[in-house]
């Protein structure tokens, strides 16, 4: 069923209501003004009678309901929205306790097992009461039609710039208040006309050796101090590791669009690690050892949709088409040093972006020990390291190459909407 899990974030008012006071200080200054999303990825997933495995900190359950995709859907207008609904579905989008949105909060999110996803059924509407039980007592009650945006409302903002495919999944989002679990538990989600979720917590780790969805496309912000700098920033005291989904990715001589009417679009060269093996709790100096080998993208951003909410947030990183990928990768042995590689981008011939992979804020052995201490990596799986200073904005027309040393040339083009649409009829 699942392909890209996306959920949103403050969509119920008891959210915004909490969170209110802060959104209008430094850093967000302002309320969000569009939906707050981030991904979910094929680690988190579990199906109804799986363990979840919790880690020694608290940690809460997010009883919710699912949308599930049943074809494709692409700038879909709410009105139009239910016939591209498959059904419905109960999930847990469990969670570390929330401190903060400015950043991707991935080692809250996308813990092992975070995201246990119910049998999928028809519903006349998407308003529904979901009740959350923990060894039979109820622990929580709420409606989804308190939601700012319901199933309907979600497909038409997501599929505005991100093309959903048949088994996508949404998650409509969750009150405040969670509820607490502990191992032991067994905790169950309800609603009237869905399967029963139901999930029992253990300390005993369970790794999934054929994880269900897509490999995962890790990706890295500020990851070189000079590009921090560039952007006004200091560099990060951890990784700051965001999340592509598959619908952003395309691949060698293709083409991205420039939306319309925005003043700033660049690019950002950057080297891939392919994950060969899954890899738990590595260290860092065995990382190396899970490493299938190397390859190149291209993560465009378009800067003026960022908002300081899961920054980088999915109208900035997840556009469709804006994240070219080399699809050949080149083995890890024959790349003697990938902290020696040199990095360059050129804009219709022009040399633009130059840098090396040594000026890493952190290194890529450090990058899979730090991720596979908190969720598994599975073979297939992909961290994007980040890019040097030297943006630039594109525009359509240009012809934008990306090189990496040892590893690759990326050719890439970019495109207006109108011509985009053009070549789709």
């Known amino acids: 069923m699942k392909r890209s899990v996306f959920a949103v974030a403050l969509n119920h008012p008891s959210q915004t209501q909490a969170w209110d006071a802060r959104f209008h200080q430094s850093p967000y200054q302002t309320p969000p003004k569009t939906p707050v999303w981030f991904i979910k990825p094929r680690n988190t997933y579990r199906r109804s009678g799986d363990s979840i495995c919790l880690p020694a900190l608290p940690t809460f359950s997010g009883g919710t309901l699912?949308?599930?995709?049943?074809?494709?859907?692409?700038?879909?207008?709410?009105?139009?929205?239910?016939?591209?609904?498959?059904?419905?579905?109960?999930?847990?989008?469990?969670?570390?306790?929330?401190?903060?949105?400015?950043?991707?909060?991935?080692?809250?999110?996308?813990?092992d097992g975070f995201c246990p996803i119910g049998e999928?059924?028809?519903?006349?509407?998407?308003?529904?009461?979901?009740?959350?039980?923990?060894?039979?007592?109820?622990?929580?009650?709420?409606?989804?039609?308190?939601?700012?945006?319901?199933?309907?409302?979600?497909?038409?903002?997501?599929?505005?710039?991100?093309?959903?495919q048949a088994?996508?999944?949404?998650?409509l989002g969750t009150p405040q208040q969670r509820v607490?679990?502990?191992?032991?538990?067994?905790?169950?989600?309800?609603?009237?006309?869905?399967?029963s979720l139901q999930n029992r917590c253990t300390q005993q780790e369970a790794i999934q050796t054929q994880p269900d969805g897509h490999p995962t496309l890790f990706a890295l912000g500020l990851n070189y101090a000079?590009?921090?700098a560039e952007l006004a920033f200091k560099a990060p005291d951890e990784p700051l590791v965001f999340i592509k989904a598959a619908n952003s990715i395309t691949g060698n001589n293709s083409v991205s669009v420039r939306p319309d009417n925005v003043d700033y679009m660049h690019y950002e060269?950057?080297?891939?690690?392919?994950?060969?093996?899954?890899?738990?709790?590595?260290?860092?100096?065995?990382?190396?050892?899970?490493?299938?080998?190397?390859?190149?993208?291209?993560?465009?951003?378009?800067?003026?949709?960022?908002?300081?909410?899961?920054?980088?947030?999915?109208?900035?990183?997840?556009?469709?088409?804006?994240?070219?990928?080399?699809?050949?990768?080149?083995?890890?042995?024959?790349?003697?040093?990938a902290q020696n590689l040199q990095l360059n981008t050129w804009i219709n011939g022009e040399l633009r972006q130059s840098g090396n992979t040594r000026d890493m804020?952190?290194?890529?052995?450090?990058?899979?020990?730090?991720?596979?201490?908190?969720?598994?990596?599975?073979?297939?799986?992909?961290?994007?390291t980040g890019t040097p200073k030297g943006l630039a904005d594109v525009k359509p027309g240009d012809e934008v190459v990306v090189e990496i040393e040892g590893v690759g040339r990326l050719v890439n083009r970019i495109v207006s909407e109108e011509q985009f649409e053009e070549s789709l009829k």
């Open 167 to 171: 088994g996508d999944v949404i998650l």
């Open 361 to 384: 804020v952190f290194d890529v052995p450090f990058l899979i020990a730090y991720l596979s201490e908190f969720m598994t990596l599975q073979p297939g799986d992909m961290i994007a």
């Open 120 to 164: 999928v059924a028809a519903l006349a509407n998407s308003n529904v009461e979901v009740i959350t039980e923990v060894n039979g007592v109820e622990k929580q009650r709420w409606s989804t039609a308190d939601l700012h945006r319901g199933a309907h409302e979600l497909i038409a903002a997501l599929s505005e710039f991100a093309t959903l």
């Open 269 to 337: 060269a950057e080297l891939v690690v392919v994950i060969g093996k899954t890899a738990r709790n590595v260290s860092r100096e065995d990382a190396l050892d899970y490493v299938q080998g190397y390859t190149v993208c291209n993560d465009y951003a378009v800067r003026d949709y960022l908002e300081n909410y899961y920054r980088p947030n999915l109208r900035v990183k997840n556009r469709d088409t804006l994240t070219p990928l080399l699809e050949t990768v080149v083995p890890r042995n024959t790349v003697p040093d």
């Open 180 to 195: 607490a679990l502990a191992p032991g538990d067994e905790v169950v989600i309800k609603a009237a006309g869905l399967p």
């Open 66 to 111: 699912a949308v599930v995709i049943g074809k494709r859907a692409r700038k879909v207008a709410a009105a139009d929205a239910a016939q591209y609904i498959q059904g419905y579905a109960l999930a847990n989008d469990i969670s570390l306790e929330e401190e903060s949105f400015y950043r991707p909060a991935i080692k809250a999110k996308c813990r």
């Open 226 to 228: 000079d590009h921090a």
